[in-house]
């Protein structure tokens, strides 16, 4: 795999990170040979939507958990690469074919395409002297491959597969269960009582969908802002479930029981990485992923980088800098401390996380401690970190989706300067009359007042 003098990376996915990755790799001036494994026959990770659920035609796990009418919960000025700006205007909030658009036009733009494999399973990576040794399967041909590479970034993604929780007595309930992984239209539902369990952004989404077709909704939480947001008089609210009883009722904490057709966990997913030998030296225990130097070089091997383990974070943006965070220690491998020094310091930074009396769940959101991780990482990457007023507008947007559910997508964000913004209701806006502005008939020009 070697090429001359210049470092060989592979990249795991071709999602968001991983195709963020391959832009910088695919730049001459890193002097790196990139090759990017993906599963599937398209770029974009999981904003690839399909109406497929279950396995594809190779008998593997389909990776989206795209569902139709989605629409993104956070505003595109967000949801964007430093070097690759949205050419929509007028709105802030997308669909996911835009998105996904989006993401194609960034791979045509940078040639991403030049160092991907479609279609190639990744079976096992494990390190091999200094380098890594990497079997992957390619699925059209049916062959197993073996390659040795210099460095490897993980960019799978975290949000493929499903978390379920542990409920007594499931055993016992007659009806559907399914995973929001597996959602992708409402129309299935009609008239279904349904039991929608969690109230996260696609439980919050989900409940809104199912009861257009459904005057059966019922959503378990353990929130504060759930009640707040404004669903229809028809959608019940309910704490979270004790157990499923003999007879397949749903016992909740409340004491109170109720029977449904179809179950729906809408309780996140896990960080997995199956193709990880032992002797990579990474440990995950599906909420946390461990010893992560800056949350991203694996600190046993540090020629490998974990992309995407980061929430609560601007991940377009985010996994950018990463990037070229990484590369830098590959170029440079003298700007990271001694094995013992990292690992001290993540010592350090759990026990400060322990002390808070966060879950190790909610280790690795970042929150409003964005700026200074990226003012971190980018001192030793030699660029600027995002903009502090995108990230202003980051915390703005992530917050609104808790307080204003029922309304935040109509919000439009402009930036003013570089120290403001201000936020349109676009409802409000498409309210005003459009009147002309020339007294002449022939004029077509109009402005809004």
């Not at 002297?129 to 992957?136: L, T």
């Not at 974070?313 to 985010?318: D, G, H, Q, S, V």
Request: aromatic residues 10%; hydrophobic residues 35%; charged residues 20%.
């Amino acid at each position: 795999m070697n090429t001359g003098c210049k470092k060989t990376v592979a990249i795991i996915g071709g999602g968001v990170a991983g195709m963020v990755a391959a832009r910088h790799l695919c730049d001459p001036s890193w002097g790196m040979s990139p090759t990017l494994f993906e599963l599937s026959d398209s770029l974009g990770g999981t904003w690839v939507y399909t109406e497929k659920t279950g396995v594809d035609e190779y008998g593997l796990p389909i990776h989206s958990s795209m569902y139709k009418n989605l629409r993104t919960n956070l505003p595109k000025e967000v949801m964007m690469f430093p070097d690759f700006p949205h050419t929509k205007q007028g709105v802030s909030y997308m669909s996911n074919r835009e998105i996904h658009q989006y993401l194609l036009d960034y791979a045509q733009h940078f040639n991403i395409k030049k160092c991907v494999k479609f279609r190639h399973y990744v079976k096992d990576i494990s390190p091999c002297g200094s380098q890594w040794k990497i079997v992957v399967i390619d699925l059209k041909a049916n062959e197993e491959r073996t390659y040795i590479f210099d460095a490897v970034i993980l960019a799978n993604g975290h949000n493929s597969v499903p978390a379920y929780p542990k409920i007594e007595g499931i055993q016992y309930f007659r009806g559907q269960t399914l995973h929001s992984h597996n959602y992708r239209e409402p129309d299935g539902f009609r008239n279904q009582s349904t039991l929608l369990i969690g109230a996260g952004p696609s439980g919050l989404d989900m409940t809104f969908d199912l009861c257009s077709v459904s005057d059966h909704v019922v959503l378990s939480h353990h929130t504060d802002y759930a009640s707040k947001v404004g669903f229809p008089p028809h959608v019940v609210l309910k704490p979270d479930v004790e157990r499923v009883l003999r007879d397949g009722s749903v016992l909740f904490k409340d004491g109170s029981t109720m029977e449904f057709d179809v179950i729906v966990y809408c309780t996140g997913y896990e960080y997995t990485y199956p193709f990880l030998s032992e002797s990579c030296g990474i440990k995950s225990d599906h909420k946390y992923v461990t010893p992560l130097y800056k949350r991203l070089i694996n600190i046993n091997h540090p020629t490998m980088a974990v992309l995407g383990v980061l929430r609560h974070t601007p991940i377009f943006y985010l996994s950018d800098l990463q990037v070229r965070y990484f590369l830098q220690t590959l170029m440079r491998p003298e700007v990271l401390p001694s094995k013992t020094e990292m690992l001290e310091e993540l010592a350090s930074e759990e026990a400060a996380l322990v002390k808070d009396g966060r879950r190790i769940s909610e280790w690795n959101l970042l929150g409003e401690e964005n700026a200074e991780y990226m003012r971190d990482i980018c001192s030793i990457a030699g660029v600027p970190p995002m903009p502090p007023i995108l990230l202003r507008i980051y915390m703005h947007g992530y917050n609104k989706i808790f307080s204003d559910f029922k309304n935040f997508r109509n919000n439009f964000y402009r930036i003013i300067d570089q120290d403001n913004f201000s936020v349109v209701d676009l409802r409000e806006v498409l309210a005003r009359p459009v009147v002309r502005i020339h007294d002449n008939p022939s004029c077509r020009c109009g402005a809004l007042i």
